[in-house]
């Protein structure tokens, strides 16, 4: 995830680094955001960047990291 408003490292980054993945074909997603600066954290993080945390989560199950069961713990 990354955030358009992030006055460190410029989005396009995290699609050029997306992009690799895609040519490499492994599984991926990517989310950018409209806030959050160059500080998302695990709380507390402005506007529908709050969603991250969940979306991370469920990408890891999809991708049989974690298993469902420890998602809702």
């Given at each position: 995830?990354?955030?358009?408003?992030?006055?460190?490292?410029?989005?396009?980054?995290?699609l050029?680094?997306?992009?690799?993945?895609?040519?490499?074909?492994?599984?991926?997603s990517?989310?950018?955001?409209?806030?959050?600066?160059?500080?998302?954290?695990?709380?507390?993080?402005?506007?529908?960047?709050?969603?991250?945390?969940?979306?991370?989560?469920?990408?890891?199950?999809?991708?049989?990291?974690i298993?469902?069961?420890?998602?809702?713990?």
């Amino acid at each position: 995830m990354h955030a358009f408003d992030d006055p460190a490292v410029h989005p396009v980054n995290s699609l050029v680094f997306y992009q690799a993945l895609l040519d490499k074909n492994i599984p991926s997603s990517l989310h950018i955001f409209p806030q959050g600066k160059h500080s998302i954290a695990l709380r507390s993080n402005p506007g529908s960047t709050q969603l991250w945390t969940e979306l991370c989560e469920r990408w890891l199950v999809e991708m049989k990291m974690i298993e469902a069961e420890m998602a809702s713990k």
